[in-house]
């Protein structure tokens, strides 16, 4: 089954700051690869994704890469903000029709961000 | 649009006894999965509900059972609770067949077993 990886496990930046979070998953069949951010006591919040036929996808602060080849991605958050404090978590999964979209997911990056 | 409730928010049980979790999915939602998530760990998949039928299962034992009712929504029972039960549990639910595979989650139901 897959496997996803997710370093690191926790990462101090300064505010302002820019933060990357890195991913890497085992099988290559896997096509779609959401990011996950969840807040202490809530629930997991998709932030952003990607489908593995686009290399790059941005969204205002942060933008998610995706290299095929090494099978990796990642997560950047620029100009960070103390909102922006949270547990992270990295995702994997074959999406197809019908079919089961298991996702598996990283262990998580606590950011911290200081003031 | 209304978005994906759980319920209950908190539950404590004894090992031994038998528990089951409701999941209502976001509107125009056909498919829900159930994933454990233990404390500082990322969410583990269980399985997942689709059509009534379960299409997919991790790897957690048959005392780990649930259904999806016409209405899209879904139960999880867990039989014979064992202490390592005690974690987050949360649903998703997402738009099969349509292309869309984005999992929206629940705010989930903290379980803890004594």
């Known amino acids: 089954g897959e496997n996803v990886e997710q370093h690191p496990s926790t990462l101090s930046v300064q505010e302002g700051d820019s933060a990357v979070i890195k991913c890497t998953y085992s099988d290559s069949a896997s096509n779609y690869f959401p990011w996950y951010k969840q807040e202490l006591g809530k629930r997991p919040q998709l932030i952003i994704d990607?489908?593995?036929?686009?290399g790059e996808k941005k969204d205002q602060r942060i933008a998610v890469t995706l290299n095929k080849t090494a099978k990796h991605f990642s997560l950047h958050i620029t100009e960070t903000q103390p909102e922006d404090s949270a547990v992270y978590f990295c995702a994997a999964t074959l999406g197809h029709g019908a079919g089961s979209y298991q996702l598996t997911f990283g262990k998580g990056t606590k950011l911290s961000v200081i003031p | 649009e209304t978005g994906v409730t759980q319920s209950p928010t908190h539950l404590i049980k004894t090992r031994g006894q038998q528990v089951t979790l409701r999941c209502s999915s976001q509107?125009?939602?056909?498919?829900v999965s159930w994933y454990q998530q233990a404390l500082g760990q990322g969410p583990q998949f269980i399985f997942q509900?689709?059509?009534?039928?379960?299409?997919g299962r991790g790897n957690f034992p048959p005392r780990f059972s649930g259904l999806q009712f016409p209405n899209y929504s879904s139960e999880l029972n867990v039989n014979a609770l064992e202490l390592d039960d005690s974690a987050l549990y949360l649903c998703a639910s997402s738009s099969s067949g349509t292309g869309y595979y984005e999992q929206y989650f629940g705010p989930g139901t903290r379980l803890t077993v004594t």
């Open positions: 990607i489908r593995s036929n686009v």
């Open positions: 509900y689709y059509r009534e039928e379960e299409n």
């Open positions: 509107s125009g939602h056909n498919t």
